[in-house]
């Protein structure tokens, strides 16, 4: 099998997967934390809860596989959206560096802010 | 006939793909907006990721962050973030049972009962947060 | 009811000129004609140059697939009054060379549905005293729908990702391959996962779902494919936890 064989079905299953945690799970984190209490619908999460929750291991465990999921499936559908939508076929390993690697480094910093 | 002569005839007609063929139809203008949806997706991550930096530098940090989401153009940002993903959302539901056939029993289960249950773990995923946060 | 319809026929006489143009017919509106017939009514009696492929009239060979009014359909299966006022446009199918007129070339098709082998292989005979193979009518339904794509095009017209990469094999040869991948009577799945695994197999595909949208037979192409990239994900799964099995 060649290696760019290899990379495919892992890239995809990536993907896949982030495309279902966010599915599932960011409409209602955005509205909890975010919109709801910037319009006046609920009262601010406290200090207290969001620490317990990113703080217990369950919540490291989701957060990070969350954010890392969700930066992976952004890459990859991003990449093929420019490779297709714009038609940009002469830059494909340049978009590909950049959309993954960029993806990779907000996973570390994910990783660490995450986890310290 | 020789197929690569054929292919290389000088005379056959090739159109040109536009760049904007994304606007010639409906149906591809959808597809490219469901995909761009995959930027917001992106968006809620690195936000969520900067919200739990300042949830473990300390309530002030906290405090500071959720001022921030309140200024108005944070928080129209924010309903279209929650628009987008919410596309996102429907659009994956629907599409995911057309990748996977299921069967219980030696049965096929139809498509409607794999969305159905696709709607019910989105139901159960949104209560399950709401219930963590909202506590 | 009109008298008289417009078709605008886009014309491609490769003797005569580097570009196709428009040419505009007024045939007799009758109720019970098809797109098909417009044409055909043409040819005979207006205008006997105009080329176009057609053969069965009813929807079952896949000839007569092109443009109407910018949608991929079959012109056998288009009633004319549907697209009244009019004028109804005709072109070629889409993501094809043109070579004449209505006429698209195919070839392109043609190869990939060969490296795909679309039809049963078997690593191991059965004696002939056993029989033939047999099938539940579960098993039938397994691949049923893949096997009733006639090969009409219609599919790879309206794929975006084929018009701008058209080196991406397909949504009639993935389905095809899949049908036999999944005939019980198939043991050639490891020989089509070599191509279908190819970057320009599957993983091309970024289901868009058009191809489906537009099958005249339901065959839902699309759902093949995100149904294959699954099995592909198991089996390059399967590969890296147990290298033993891969190739």
């Not at chain 3, 690593?123 to 047999?134: F, H, V, W």
Request: hydrophobic letters at 45%; glycine letters at 8%; charged letters at 15%.
């Amino acid at each position: 099998m060649s290696g760019r064989r290899l990379r495919e079905p892992g890239l995809w299953l990536l993907f896949s997967a982030g495309g279902t945690l966010a599915a599932l799970f960011l409409p209602a984190l955005v509205m909890v934390l975010w919109v709801a209490p910037s319009v006046g619908w609920l009262t601010p999460p406290v200090h207290e809860t969001l620490a317990a929750v990113a703080g217990g291991v369950l919540g490291r465990l989701f957060l990070t596989a969350l954010i890392v999921l969700a930066l992976y499936h952004w890459a990859h559908r991003f990449r093929y959206t420019l490779y297709d939508g714009l038609q940009l076929y002469h830059l494909n390993q340049l978009i590909a560096g950049l959309t993954y690697g960029v993806a990779t480094v907000l996973s570390v910093a994910a990783a660490v802010v995450v986890w310290r | 006939m020789n197929p690569a002569y054929r292919r290389y005839h000088p005379k056959w007609y090739r159109a040109r793909m536009p760049i904007f063929w994304w606007l010639r139809r409906v149906s591809y203008f959808r597809f490219i907006a469901r995909e761009l949806t995959s930027v917001f997706v992106a968006y809620a991550g690195v936000l969520l990721l900067v919200q739990v930096r300042s949830v473990a530098a300390g309530p002030e940090a906290l405090a500071r962050f959720t001022g921030w989401l309140q200024l108005p153009p944070v928080a129209a940002l924010h309903v279209v973030v929650l628009l987008a993903l919410l596309f996102h959302t429907i659009t994956w539901l629907h599409l995911a049972p057309r990748a996977m056939v299921v069967r219980l029993g030696g049965r096929r289960v139809p498509d409607v009962a794999v969305l159905l249950g696709h709607y019910g773990a989105w139901l159960a995923a949104s209560a399950l947060v709401v219930w963590v946060v909202v506590r | 009811m009109p008298e008289t319809v417009t078709l605008e026929v886009r014309r491609y006489r490769p003797e005569e000129e580097t570009e196709p143009t428009w040419q505009r017919y007024q045939v007799p509106f009758r109720r019970e004609w098809m797109v098909l017939d417009a044409l055909n009514h043409i040819k005979d009696h207006q205008d006997g140059t105009l080329s176009f492929r057609w053969s069965c009239r009813m929807g079952v060979c896949g000839s007569c697939g092109m443009m109407v009014n910018g949608d991929p359909r079959l012109t056998c299966a288009t009633y004319l009054e549907t697209l009244l006022p009019g004028p109804v446009r005709v072109e070629p199918l889409r993501g094809f060379p043109v070579i004449r007129d209505l006429v698209g070339d195919l070839t392109d098709f043609l190869t990939k549905l060969k490296r795909v082998q679309p039809w049963i292989v078997r690593q191991t005979e059965g004696p002939p005293a056993q029989g033939e193979y047999r099938q539940t009518p579960d098993q039938l339904a397994a691949y049923r729908p893949y096997a009733m794509c006639i090969n009409c095009m219609l599919c790879y017209s309206a794929c975006p990702i084929y018009e701008l990469e058209p080196s991406f094999l397909g949504p009639a040869v993935i389905a095809l391959a899949q049908r036999y991948n999944l005939d019980s009577r198939d043991q050639g799945r490891e020989a089509r996962m070599e191509v279908l695994s190819e970057h320009d197999g599957i993983w091309a595909c970024t289901f868009v779902g058009e191809c489906s949208a537009v099958c005249p037979k339901h065959v839902d192409p699309a759902g093949a494919i995100q149904r294959y990239k699954l099995e592909a994900v198991v089996a390059w799964a399967k590969g890296l936890v147990l290298p033993r099995s891969g190739t």
